[in-house]
């Protein structure tokens, strides 16, 4: 009836995500984890859907200009989601 989508799925397409990413700007694991001052075990952990940090994350979305178009999502579903003060 109902389609299930899973934290354990979405963890697992932003490692799809990452590893695209990455693979589309010729770089290894261990060339994005420099640029970004992380470990290549982290980078290896995301792109598995191991349970990243909210700033490993967003630290891969800044390096590949994702950043600014994530938090206008999470900025526009705050603004439709608000509510509204009735006074």
């Given at each position: 009836m109902?389609?299930?989508?899973?934290v354990k799925t979405?963890?697992?397409?932003v490692?799809i995500?990452?590893?695209?990413?990455r693979n589309?700007?010729?770089?290894?694991?261990e060339q994005?984890?420099?640029?970004?001052?992380?470990?290549?075990i982290t980078?290896q952990n995301l792109?598995?859907?191991?349970?990243?940090t909210?700033d490993?994350?967003l630290k891969?979305l800044?390096?590949?200009d994702?950043?600014?178009?994530?938090?206008?999502?999470v900025n526009?579903?705050?603004q439709?989601?608000?509510?509204?003060?009735?006074?």
């Open positions: 109902f389609d299930y989508l899973s979405v963890k697992d397409n490692g995500l990452v590893k695209t990413l589309r700007e010729n770089l290894s694991q994005l984890a420099k640029k970004l001052s992380m470990s290549r980078i792109e598995s859907g191991k349970n990243p909210m490993t994350l891969v800044q390096y590949f994702l950043l600014e178009s994530f938090n206008q999502y526009s579903e705050i439709n989601n608000s509510q509204q003060s009735l006074y």
